[in-house]
């Protein structure tokens, strides 16, 4: 079975450029969880959903952070416009529901310069 | 609010060692509890899970953990470290639903070297 996939796996660009992460979670899972992990903060839940509605958004840092998830195979993260101080690897997780544990993808590197 | 320490930034241990990587957490109701490792350029894997009944969960790669309520631990354990295990492992707990349907809270992590 295929697991988590995001895209793009490195993305590198210029200071107040829109950044988009592409995930699509493992067919069946009903929950859909991002993440940013950083050398100083460690990893932080940012949003996630269920059932493609956003249950909890408190983690995103700022307005200049968004998350979408239009269908059940399909999210992103958005962050318009990008500052140096969003450099991180973002992760997406699907969820099976209750009682299920969270798999991981592979993470988006994100270097903004 | 939950919350997991993790006091052991970094931990070597010689390959064939036996392994104890401390997790403790802080949660108000029965948590969820979950170990997962990380490999460089990597996402994270999930070496085990603790959600209720036997205390003493096992997970992949020979790993184990046990859960103590009343120390709020939740320690990994490995009789025997191979030199491929060297990675950083995150200790978690999730609430509510157990973390299929809620977002987890991490530890900040410990670094594992193995020597030769």
């Known amino acids: 079975d295929a697991g988590v996939i995001q895209s793009p796996r490195h993305e590198v660009t210029e200071m107040g450029q829109e950044v988009t992460l592409r995930c699509k979670p493992i067919?069946?899972?009903?929950?859909l969880f991002w993440y940013r992990q950083t050398m100083m903060r460690g990893l932080e839940l940012l949003i996630y959903f269920n059932n493609n509605v956003p249950i909890d958004d408190s983690g995103m840092p700022e307005d200049r952070f968004s998350a979408k998830m239009p269908n059940a195979s399909f999210s992103t993260l958005k962050i318009q416009p990008s500052e140096p101080r969003d450099s991180a690897v973002y992760f997406c997780?699907?969820?099976?529901?209750?009682?299920?544990?969270?798999?991981f993808g592979d993470g988006t590197r994100l270097s903004i310069l | 609010a939950q919350s997991v320490t993790q006091p052991d930034i970094h931990i070597t241990v010689s390959e064939g060692a036996s392994l104890e990587l401390r997790c403790n957490y802080s949660?108000?109701?029965?948590?969820?509890l979950f170990w997962y490792v990380q490999s460089p350029g990597q996402g994270l894997q999930l070496l085990l899970k603790y959600f209720s009944g036997d205390t003493l969960v096992q997970g992949i790669k020979g790993f184990e953990a046990e859960f103590k309520r009343s120390q709020s631990s939740f320690n990994l354990r490995k009789p025997s470290v191979h030199w491929s295990d060297a990675a950083e492992y995150f200790c978690a707990v999730g609430a509510g639903s157990g973390g299929g349907a809620d977002g987890l809270t991490f530890g900040k992590g410990t670094h594992l070297i193995i020597q030769p």
């Open positions: 067919s069946g899972h009903n929950s």
């Open positions: 949660y108000g109701a029965t948590p969820y």
């Open positions: 997780a699907s969820g099976g529901g209750a009682g299920q544990p969270q798999h």
